[in-house]
């Protein structure tokens, strides 16, 4: 791989090792069956770029749409246990495809499936990492997908633009090659007159303005929205990312101006820090005043009793919460230092009272900034309960079914 992030797509060709994502409708036919010719296609340009030195992780949707035909479905199946079953049917469909189409070109591929868990859990994380490197050492194509034949409402992605992005810090790729249904992100609908391709995006104000709420294929299950969230994820952490269409795979790993180039904006974060910002499904949430929010966006502090006002949800101690401000937007997740039990009688109060009546002890932070991570600012659904009716329930049935909030 490359010793520093990729700063120009010229630079694309000369990368060691990308990440290529294609989507359900990159590879489907207009009825949502499996079209095997766009699909060879496809491993025909990443043969080449495997010829000319370069490694390739390939993250490939199409599972449950390679089953539609053969389980005689009318489309892609809305249902969670319909989802799995057409997921077992046609990831073996898939992959057979896959396996002879690289196998033409003297190349082996190797299928793995992952959860959220894979990508971001510490054991999860080094047992992924290992087993996806030891393929590359081998000269394998690791071809990755969700486990959609196992997955619940609790641990799926949702799409595989996100999984693409975190098997990208995964892999420790140089650069991201999202491939969809379009050629770039436009000022607006592509569809829209007057619309224009956006060559080059720096950084999130230059997404400013942009109409992104066009709605994706049928047979896919992310738009626009989910490709900016995905993109977000991977350059953030150091790595730049190309979204066009699988049209022009070839062109875009070849540095051609094709589609749109998404600049490295961070450095790569920890896994743990990884964890809490993209996958980490949030036990409850915590409000803070106008002050906290401050201290903890400017001066990176952690957050301390006396900054909270409100709690809301079930939880332990170490348990992912949002963190939101008077206004109600999250700013932050972070991992809870005591649980929902404990904490009523925390809030509002200094280190100094907390040491004196209760002692030693209950005078920590609620949330470390070792363990806090800022996040982009969403607002929430709805508001956390008051601190008396939040202490006398967080023990309750109720409240631990409160507690469940949405990932950002």
Known sequence: MSAAALTDRAQVPSAGRIVVKVGSSS???????????????????????????GQVVLVSSGAIAAAIGPLGLPGRPRDLATQQAAA????????????????????????????????????????????????????????????????TEEIRFGDNDRLAALVSHLVHADALVLLTDVDGLYTGPPTRAGSQRIPLVRGPRDLDGIDVTARGSAVGTGGMVTKLESVSIATQSGIPVVLTSAAQAGQAL??????????????????????LAHAARTRGRLVLDAGAVRALTERHTSLLPAGVTSFEGSFEAGDPVELVGPDLVVIARGLVGYSSDEIGDLLGRTTADLRRDLGPGYDRELVNRDDLVLVRRRRVAEPARPV?????????????????VADV
């Open 27 to 53: 590879l489907t036919s207009p009825d949502g069956r499996l079209d095997v010719e766009r699909l060879r296609a496809l491993v025909d340009v990443l043969a080449a770029r495997r010829a000319a030195g």
């Open 88 to 151: 077992s049917v046609g990831q073996g469909l898939l992959v057979a495809h896959y396996t002879k189409a690289f196998a033409d070109h003297g190349l082996r591929v190797g299928q793995v499936l992952l959860t959220a868990d894979d990508t971001v859990r510490r054991t999860h994380y080094r047992n992924a990492h290992r087993a996806l490197s030891r393929l590359l050492d081998l000269g394998v194509v690791p071809i990755i997908n969700e486990n959609d034949a196992v997955a």
């Open 254 to 275: 070849a540095g051609a101006d094709v589609g749109t180039w998404f600049s490295a904006t961070g450095s790569r974060r920890g896994v743990r820090l990884l964890w």
């Open 388 to 404: 008396e009716e939040a202490a006398a329930g967080a023990a309750g049935a109720a409240g631990a079914a409160r507690g469940r």
